[in-house]
């Protein structure tokens, strides 16, 4: 399973320093040599960011024929300019393991894994609270 986390956002945000922080817990290594079936080969979540003015709506998106899913993940620009790292990553955390699940749930896959992925995804991402 590939899993890429990004983000696109206002710089005042600094999200970016999270995704980065993200990154060094290595869940890109450890998911790499995971496989959970056959429907979902990778995901990418994109952190957005950005001036609710702009009226930018989640997408969820599935291809069957690349087996994989493009979240996005929405965060209150005001807040989080407002707050420090530690409460940024703690509610970037929060809705990575809240809205993955739901998102991939709601693709009513055939051949995957969904619990044991969730269970392994839940439990990996908490290592950065």
């Keep these: 399973m590939k899993i890429f986390i990004t983000c696109d956002y206002f710089w005042e945000s ?9 990154d060094d817990i290595g869940y890109e290594n450890y998911f790499c040599d995971k496989d959970y079936g056959n429907s ?5 979540v994109i952190f957005v960011c950005q001036n609710s003015n702009l ?9 069957k024929i690349k087996k994989h ?9 005001k ?4 707050v420090g790292f530690t ?7 929060k809705k990575l393991i809240s809205e993955v699940p739901i ?18 995804f839940q439990n990996y991402m908490r290592k950065a609270l």
């Design 14 to 22: 600094k999200i970016n320093e999270v995704v980065f922080a993200l």
């Design 40 to 44: 979902l080969k990778s995901i990418t």
């Design 55 to 63: 009226g930018l709506k989640q997408r969820i998106r599935y291809s």
């Design 69 to 77: 899913i493009h979240i996005d993940i929405m965060l209150d620009l």
């Design 79 to 82: 807040k989080m300019v407002s």
């Design 87 to 93: 409460e940024k990553k703690n509610v970037m955390v």
């Design 103 to 120: 998102a991939i749930k709601s693709k009513k896959l055939d051949d995957f894994q969904f619990k044991e992925f969730v269970d392994s």
